[in-house]
């Protein structure tokens, strides 16, 4: 068994070679010949989303991070009519912004961050110049909502303790979410009106 596959491995060299040498002789005497052993192996592009979240990983990115990569990827996949990584131009994220829009009925602000997400993902593996300028989609900012001090004084009454000492926190400090979660009482400088903000574990 070990001596046929030998010969079979043997075999299988000696014919590369000599399509190698025969596509060089037809070359040299001017001939155009393809030679497939010349290109490079072409990456699919599901290939290449599995890296790609792989390495995300490893690098700790969050929980909240991956699922938003992932999602935006699946759907891309969803969306896309070509196969490899290298075939992806600037009509398959066309065709992505209207698969967004019209099957998934997504909004312009959740368009374009799948769109991002994307391009990030597509420019790790060298594909770049998708768009022009001002083709992404474009949306308005919403302004985040201003609590009166009534309201405020409505919550903390209606609030334990420990629950309003949470949204003063908040409140007097301009923190966010994951902020506060990984805050102690060292991070705040009460005589310089400082704080210091730490990025905790990935989730």
């Known amino acids: 068994m070990l001596l046929f596959l030998g010969t079979f491995a043997m075999s299988i060299v000696e014919t590369k070679l000599q399509r190698k040498k025969q596509v060089l002789k037809s070359r040299s005497v001017g001939l155009t010949i393809e030679d497939d052993s010349d290109r490079e192996p072409r990456v699919t592009i599901a290939d290449a989303v599995s890296q790609y979240l792989a390495e995300l990983r490893a690098k700790g990115r969050a929980r909240k991070t991956l699922m938003a990569y992932t999602l935006a990827l699946d759907r891309f996949m969803d969306c896309c009519s070509v196969r490899h990584i290298a075939e992806v131009e600037r009509h398959e994220m ?61 919550l903390y009454s209606a609030s334990t303790p420990d629950e309003k000492l949470l949204w003063q926190l908040f409140a007097k400090t301009g923190m966010r979410e994951r902020e506060v979660a990984c805050a102690q009482y060292t991070d705040i400088n009460y005589a310089s009106k400082t704080k210091t903000i730490r990025i905790g574990e990935s989730a």
Not at 104 to 109: C, K, T, Y
Not at 126 to 135: C, Q, R, S
Not at 140 to 153: G, I, S, V
């Open 94 to 154: 066309m065709d992505f912004m209207t698969c967004c829009r019209d099957r998934f009925g997504l909004s312009r602000r959740a368009i374009r961050n799948m769109v991002d997400l994307v391009t990030f993902f597509l420019a790790s593996n060298g594909v770049t110049g998708l768009f022009n300028k001002g083709e992404k989609p474009k949306f308005t900012k919403k302004k985040p909502e201003r609590y009166m001090p009534d309201q405020l004084e409505a």
